[in-house]
T-cell receptor, first 111, second 106 residues
Framework: DAGVIQSPRHEVTEMGQEVTLRCKPI?????LFWYRQTMMRGLELLIY????????DSGMPEDRFSAKMPNASFSTLKIQPSEPRDSAVYFC?????????FGSGTQLSVL | GIQVEQSPPDLILQEGANSTLRCNFS?????LQWFHQNPWGQLINLFYIPSGTKQNGRLSATTVATERYSLLYISSSQTTDSGVYFC????????FGAGTTVTVRA
């Protein structure tokens, strides 16, 4: 689905470094979600925003993770400091009339 | 939260075969969606189907909300249908099942 642009597509970093993942959704959405996908845990919701306001961040693993949505067309997910267990694919998704559309994801590897 | 169970976990098909994937959920929902994750990792929304039946080419889906299940039908399967099929239900957030991995062999 071309409505959500994520960057970078791949990120390789060393343990302890700060990582910032970016999401640029098209207009027309009312909610934005960050998901993480791993083999062990499948697709997990980390946080979601409604009208740019964080509504539920109960899925954020710990304080090392933070997310912002300064406007309707941009969101970031930051991990500081990163750890090897954060290695996963991170997806941004938007809801338009409750139908979800995903970006292509960011493959994060923390060495 | 709502529990979502998908079956079977894995499915191997010969090209041209038909198949049915099932999704059971533990509570009433007013929003159910099916997704296909292709071998490159991209997640594509196939259906938004809180109830009833919808068709999209060789794929169709039926949700019986009162009995808390949904079915995804693949007819005349092709190798491009390979990937993982996820069911997701929405209460205040979208919760995903573990998926069914489909492999279509030529």
């Amino acid at each position: 689905d071309a409505g959500v642009i994520q960057s970078p597509r791949h990120e390789v970093t060393e343990m302890g470094q700060e990582v910032t993942l970016r999401c640029k959704p098209i207009s027309g959405h009312n909610s934005l979600f960050w998901y993480r996908q791993t083999m062990m845990r499948g697709l997990e919701l980390l946080i979601y925003f409604n009208n740019n306001v964080p509504i539920d961040d109960s899925g954020m693993p710990e304080d090392r993770f933070s997310a912002k949505m300064p406007n309707a067309s941009f969101s970031t997910l930051k991990i500081q400091p990163s750890e090897p267990r954060d290695s996963a694919v991170y997806f941004c998704a938007i809801a338009i009339n409750e139908k979800l559309f995903f970006g292509s994801g960011t493959q994060l590897s923390v060495l | 939260g709502i529990q979502v169970e998908q079956s079977p976990p894995d499915l191997i098909l010969q090209e041209g075969a038909n198949s049915t994937l099932r999704c059971n959920f533990s509570d009433s929902v007013n929003n159910l969606q099916w997704f296909h994750q292709n071998p490159w990792g991209q997640l594509i929304n196939l259906f938004y189907i809180p109830s009833g039946t919808k068709q999209n080419g060789r794929l169709s889906a039926t949700t019986v909300a009162t009995e808390r299940y949904s079915l995804l039908y693949i007819s005349s399967s092709q190798t491009t249908d390979s990937g993982v099929y996820f069911c997701a239900v929405y209460d205040y957030k979208l919760s995903f099942g573990a998926g069914t991995t489909v492999t279509v062999r030529a």
